[in-house]
């Protein structure tokens, strides 16, 4: 065999693998909107916006997602971020049927859940989603 039709083969099965695994990445992040339920608990007194973490201690993506959220707190003084063990409070996990950590909980001031951010999602995605918890939090009142 040839060199070069060999080396051709082996550069389409890495473009191939790679346009997958992107898109499968792809899917693995969602962020939900009108969630709705009630955690006023898990709110944080005197925030805006509590961003609520459900992580896990083998979570890879956890990692990612408490700089974003713990960065977004450290920006804006109406923010708070609030990490929960899934582990220790299976609970609050069960009422919200977390499957996949992390998922993080975007609280309005009252504590009702505005979004749902599931896998490691972008900062600006994360921005987003408290902005529309402040607006949907002022259009409610």
């Given at each position: 065999m040839d060199a070069l039709p060999a080396l051709i083969v082996?550069?389409?099965?890495?473009?191939?693998?790679?346009?997958?695994?992107?898109?499968?990445?792809?899917?693995?992040t969602?962020?939900?909107?009108?969630?709705?339920?009630?955690e006023h608990q898990?709110?944080?007194?005197?925030?805006?916006?509590?961003?609520v973490q459900l992580s896990s201690p083998v979570c890879?993506?956890?990692?990612?997602?408490?700089?974003?959220?713990?960065e977004l707190a450290a920006a804006d003084p109406s923010v708070a971020h609030r990490e929960i063990d899934v582990v220790d409070e299976p609970d609050v996990a069960r009422r919200h049927s977390v499957f996949s950590t992390p998922t993080t909980l975007v609280l309005d001031r009252e504590g009702h859940v505005r979004a749902?951010?599931?896998?490691?999602?972008?900062a600006a995605d994360v921005r987003a989603a408290v902005d529309a918890a402040r607006t949907l939090a002022t259009v409610s009142a």
């Open positions: 082996i550069v389409a099965l890495v473009a191939v693998a790679t346009v997958l695994g992107l898109a499968l990445r792809a899917r693995g969602r962020v939900a909107t009108g969630c709705g339920g009630d898990l709110a944080v007194d005197g925030a805006e916006v509590t961003l890879s993506a956890c990692v990612a997602m408490r700089r974003v959220g713990s749902r951010l599931i896998g490691a999602v972008k």
